[in-house]
């Protein structure tokens, strides 16, 4: 075991990041860690979440919290769970891009590999026409730098189980919407991200 990897996770985001409304307490990124194998590795995560923070926020704060976590001899790894708050702030989504690459492209030259979740859809049509079109910016811009960008928005805009869970939850996820969003990141290149075998 003398070689064995020492990754640290900083993850940033909003308050879907930190699961509020789960009743497990876990949110999205708590499925996720607890489903990644620790065999091979040393993995040490921690969630850096401000609730109701669109990306101007974001890029102002996710650079001093996040290298306070990181520590050389370590993998630093950075995971961004994006929100749709930047149509409520009234930001344009060229705005939201640039905010985006200018995370992306700091974290870069940190050494920080980067995994990027989007935003998921609401129950509100006119929200997500908006929220469609901030998602393809978030991807086009994550994706044009090489990095991992996992749409929730797409798989869950119609999925029945989702918008069943945001109606009893008052328009947030509870448990069924925050496993839907840990599914997706698990078959969305997470493990293939952290260069860890995928479980059976």
Do not use: C
Not at 24 to 53: C, D, H, I, K, N
Not at 170 to 179: I, R
């Amino acid at each position: 075991m003398a070689h064995e990897r020492k990754l640290r996770i900083a993850a940033v985001g909003d308050e879907l990041l930190a699961g509020n409304g789960d009743p497990r307490a876990l949110g999205w990124f708590g499925r996720v860690l607890a489903r990644t194998p620790r065999e091979e590795v040393v993995l040490e995560s921690y969630v850096l979440a401000a609730p109701e923070e669109g990306t101007e926020g974001l890029a102002a704060r996710w650079e001093g919290e996040t290298m306070r976590r990181f520590a050389a001899g370590y993998e630093n790894r950075l995971v961004i769970g994006l929100s749709g708050r930047d149509i409520a702030f009234g930001v344009s989504p060229a705005r939201s891009r640039l905010n985006v690459a200018n995370i992306l492209d700091t974290a870069q030259q940190n050494s920080a590999e980067v995994f990027v979740v989007g935003p998921p859809p609401t129950l509100d049509p006119a929200q997500n026409r908006r929220l469609a079109e901030l998602n393809t910016a978030f991807a086009d811009v994550t994706t044009r730098r090489n990095y991992y960008y996992v749409d929730t928005f797409s798989p869950l805009l119609n999925h029945e189980q989702w918008r069943t869970d945001l109606a009893g939850n008052a328009g947030a996820p509870g448990q069924a919407g925050y496993g839907l969003i840990a599914w997706l990141v698990l078959h969305r290149g997470w493990f293939p991200w952290l260069r860890l075998p995928q479980p059976q």
